[in-house]
């Protein structure tokens, strides 16, 4: 059985991870790694590739950045010659980025079939891309692998049959509870002269939350606050670092002049971190505040609490079961969460059914069994 499988950005790495070396394990089965180059830098994407002892990618398809249609485009157009050249049996798609759908969009017009591991996750919020994007991709897909039981209810109601459906597990879980033990000998606390639990880690990227100056503003208001309670730092995604010289925001916020060392800052920006300085730099928080889709899944398998600055997440489970709580772009709510994590040691939390480790093994086991139906 010939599996391609694919990746583009950064959360797509950790997902493909143990899904690769599982297959590996299996002599009938022979995997090939196509990376779309959605994205480039060496620190969006080839320290993940050390980090995670990924296998150089067989194809690398080099698009780069773009507008939706033309990435999208581009690699549909690109990957269609890889099918073409190498009509694999199965093509693995994971999360939702624009890799994922252009990918799949590509194979099932070749009557290629397709597995969408993380399908069926829903914050029901169209103007965001990953939306359009898991909603796409699980429309065509023919194999799909569900990391919580929300997914399946939703996958039900857009009318997917019960048995395209596999609660498998969460791989991204995988991926972090294998490294975990690995990233305590990273020498990332030392560096930023850091102590644990002393200090608040954030992710901010989003298109909903930096392109828009009034909504970026009113965040970075509330972590100019934040900053005085607690030290913040922040390894600055490439859309966020361009935001900020766009709307020229170190004129009215001083913190966010690169380079700056005096003992009164406590806002640490750094350059986007590889897999294991930004876990272990997560196991070690006070508090997590991010916009992102898998961090408020690991945070919640880490017991740290996670401040989400999102109104909506497709991942119910890590607010029902997990450390995750909603504040969305307000200043005082935000304010309020990390105040509350502040006073509190420890979040009360369960790791959610299957969130064990084992998802890879059991995707590769359905898809050998269900491939040769
Ligand atoms: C993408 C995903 C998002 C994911 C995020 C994680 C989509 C629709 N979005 O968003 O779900 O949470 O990745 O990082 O697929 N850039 C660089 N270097 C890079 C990559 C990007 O400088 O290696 C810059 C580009 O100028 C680009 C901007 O960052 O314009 C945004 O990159 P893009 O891949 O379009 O989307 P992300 O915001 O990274």
Partial sequence: MKIVNVVGARPNYMKIAPLIEEMEKHAEIETLLVHTGQHYDENMSKLFFEDLSLPKPDVYLGIGSGTHAFQTAQIMIEFEKVLVRERPDLVIVVGDVNSTVACALT???????????????????????????????????????????????????????????????????????????????????DS???????????????????????????????????????????????????????????????????????????????????????????????????????????????????????????????IDQGTNTLVGADRQRIIDAVCKALEYDNAAAKVPVKWDGSAASRIVQILLSEMKK
């Avoid at 930023?192 to 828009?212: F, I």
């Avoid at 909504?215 to 606050?225: G, M, R, S």
């Fill in 107 to 189: 194979a099932t017009k070749l009557g290629i079939k397709i597995a969408h591991v993380e399908a069926g996750l829903r914050s029901f919020d169209r103007s965001m891309p990953e939306e359009i994007n898991r909603l796409l991709t699980d429309a065509i897909s023919d194999f799909l692998f569900i990391t919580e039981k929300s997914a399946e209810d939703n996958l039900l109601k857009e009318g997917k049959a019960r048995d395209q459906i596999f609660f498998a597990g969460n791989v991204m879980i995988d991926t972090l509870l294998k490294n975990k033990e690995k990233a305590r000998q990273s020498q990332i606390l």
């Fill in 192 to 318: 930023l002269k850091l102590r644990r639990r002393e200090y608040a880690l954030l992710t901010l990227h989003r298109p909903s939350n930096v392109d828009d100056e009034q909504i970026f503003v009113d965040i970075l208001k509330a972590l100019d606050v934040i900053r005085r309670k607690i030290t913040v730092v922040y390894p600055v995604h490439p859309r966020t670092k361009k935001k900020i010289e766009e709307f020229k925001l170190t004129s009215q916020f001083p913190f966010l002049e690169a380079g700056r060392t005096d003992d009164e800052k406590r806002f640490i920006m750094v350059e986007p971190l590889g897999y294991l300085d930004f876990l272990q730099l997560m196991s070690q928080a006070r508090c997590v505040l991010t916009d992102s889709g898998g961090i408020q899944e690991e945070t919640t398998v880490l017991g740290i609490p996670c401040i989400t600055l999102r109104h909506n997440t497709e991942r119910p489970v890590t």
